[in-house]
């Protein structure tokens, strides 16, 4: 593969055009990325790569996971219903007194909302604060209170007193079965487009890796395992918040993995070079000297 920089484009931001020759393909490319340099231009594109292959990679697994993390909800959900009936059976003709009747909506609501919250978790952090973003969006500013979902059931059920308390206990024991499509349509797009993602961005990783000096190939797999790892951090945490959060899914979804994690292999590459430089620096205050080795990691910054 040749490359060769075309030019310094303006911009608010310093860009370089790079000429990607592939001679298999017998093709030209022509990308724009950021830079001032062909240096800085071909290093971007290498953190793209090692970006790319962590967000396919939990893409891939997020695709494998969530229908089962959804079937086990499901699950616990069925025996929460059972568990509010065989309440709802025990106290009878208890529920007549509003006062009582307030304690046990209270119970189910609060016992609907634990659950909620606990089956998100598998989702990782983007799961967590996806989930919170949708309850702030449909229930109003706190989220899943009780005090909203009261609000929520007067909404909705504006006649006898009786009529809008069984709907909130009765909406304690049922699934949302939008949001079960939107996982399940998410899973399946996850679960093709991941590998798809991955083997992109682990191929331009390997050729850099292969087409690289032996002595800096160690390094080289440092850093990118850096870049991997950030870009499946911010993946997963994106994909989590706009699917639970918002209800994104398809090829949209996709990109929006992609995207962040592109930035986050960007950002994993980066706080390796901090950690590397601090190393140094502290090698140099503790030694006095610094070794070849201790620069490895700058022979390939631009």
Not at 32 to 60: D, I, K, N
Not at 103 to 118: C, D, E, I, P, V
């Amino acid at each position: 593969m040749f490359v060769r920089a075309v030019e310094t484009v303006p911009f608010s931001m310093p860009q370089i055009s790079i000429m990607i020759d592939d001679p298999r393909q017998r093709q030209c490319y022509q990308v724009t990325v950021p830079g001032r340099t062909e240096e800085e231009g071909m290093r971007f594109l290498e953190m793209v790569g090692s970006g790319a292959a962590g967000a396919g990679l939990r893409m891939t697994l997020a695709g494998a996971t969530l229908p089962t993390i959804r079937r086990q909800y499901y699950a616990h959900l069925e025996r929460l219903s059972q568990e509010i009936e065989a309440r709802r059976r025990a106290l009878g003709s208890r529920l007549d007194d509003p006062a009582e009747h307030e304690k046990f909506r209270r119970w189910a609501s609060g016992q609907r909302t634990r659950l909620a919250r606990l089956w998100r978790v598998p989702g990782d952090a983007g799961g967590v604060i996806g989930g919170e973003v949708y309850d702030w969006r449909r229930y109003g500013p706190g989220g899943r209170t009780f005090n909203n979902l009261e609000r929520r059931a007067a909404a909705r059920r504006p006649q006898a007193q009786p009529a809008r308390n069984n709907y909130l206990v009765n909406k304690a024991t049922q699934a949302n079965p939008q949001a079960t499509n939107a996982v399940l349509r998410a899973a399946r797009y996850l679960r093709y487009g991941g590998p798809v993602v991955f083997l992109a961005g682990a191929g331009a990783s390997a050729h850099e890796l292969l087409t690289a000096a032996p002595e800096l190939r160690p390094e080289i797999a440092r850093r990118q395992a850096a870049g991997a790892t950030g870009g499946a951090v911010l993946s997963g945490l994106a994909i989590g918040i706009a699917l639970v959060g918002f209800g994104v899914a398809g090829p949209a979804l996709i990109a929006v993995g992609l995207v962040a994690g592109i930035a986050g292999g960007i950002v994993g590459e980066q706080l390796y070079y901090a950690w590397s430089s601090t190393s140094v620096v502290d090698g140099l205050c503790r030694n006095g000297s610094i070794t070849k080795d201790d620069l490895l990691p700058y022979a390939m910054v631009p």
